[in-house]
């Protein structure tokens, strides 16, 4: 069956940088893409951008531009979530999540953390 | 960027008894082919998001046939038609028409 397993929490201070990593398995990796949503506590959710794993191209939402960078590695059915220039704000679960406009399944979730 | 607005924020409902929410979408989500590219999502709590439905009222493998979904150009409803203990949650309508991709703020479901 389609599983997309995150890595662990992450405890961060202000200015460091993250990257989260969403391994694929039951489905061929290069066939659908992945997207990255986030949600701070209590809060809804917040596409951040997507990547085609199979071209490697990628698309950020303005917000987060020159923040944040998609990338993948295709022999190990893994993609990544780097944002950088953290800030309190940045606290939040980041999910996976494949498909391309439906997503179809979703990760664990990843806790983010930034604190001094 | 599309906004997406839901109502209500939170839906009290009695198990059994159905429950609909609404989801208005600021610009169509046709496109060119004539494709409604609108989902919604179920989060159980302490969950990740749940596909539930598609494309208006497609519904995602695995998903109960008391969960619908209809509606037409920027007017969208999802329908639960006889409310269950697992289907408190908070649901999420979704646009695909375009990026950035946008959710509406979500509709909590509870028990009475």
């Known amino acids: 069956q389609v599983q997309l397993v995150q890595s662990g929490a992450e405890v961060k201070k202000p200015g460091a940088s993250v990257k989260v990593s969403c391994k694929a398995s039951?489905?061929?990796?290069?066939?659908?893409?992945i997207n990255w949503v986030r949600q701070a506590t209590g809060q809804g959710l917040e596409w951040m951008g997507w990547?085609?794993?199979?071209?490697?191209?990628?698309g950020y939402a303005q917000k987060f531009q020159g923040r944040v960078t998609i990338t993948r590695n295709t022999s190990i059915s893994t993609a990544y979530m780097e944002l950088s220039s953290l800030r309190s704000e940045d606290t939040a679960v980041y999910y996976c999540?494949?498909?391309?406009?439906?997503?179809?399944?979703w990760g664990q979730g990843t806790l983010v953390t930034v604190s001094s | 960027d599309i906004v997406m607005t839901q109502t209500p924020l939170t839906s009290p409902v009695t198990l059994g008894q159905p429950a609909s929410i609404s989801c208005r979408s600021s610009?169509?989500?046709?496109?060119?082919?004539?494709?409604?590219?609108l989902s919604w999502l179920q989060q159980r709590p302490g969950q990740p998001p749940r596909l539930l439905i598609y494309?208006?009222?497609k519904r995602f493998s695995g998903v109960p046939d008391r969960f619908s979904g209809s509606g037409v150009g920027t007017d969208f409803t999802l329908k639960i038609s006889r409310v269950e203990p697992e289907d408190v949650g908070v649901y999420y309508c979704?646009?695909?028409?375009?990026?950035?991709?946008?959710f509406g703020q979500g509709t909590k479901v509870e028990i009475k």
């Open positions: 990547m085609n794993p199979n071209a490697g191209n990628t």
């Open positions: 039951g489905y061929s990796f290069a066939t659908y893409d």
């Open positions: 979704m646009q695909a028409k375009q990026f950035p991709r946008t």
């Open positions: 610009q169509s989500l046709v496109d060119s082919e004539g494709k409604t590219h």
């Open positions: 999540a494949t498909g391309t406009r439906t997503f179809d399944f």
């Open positions: 494309r208006i009222s």
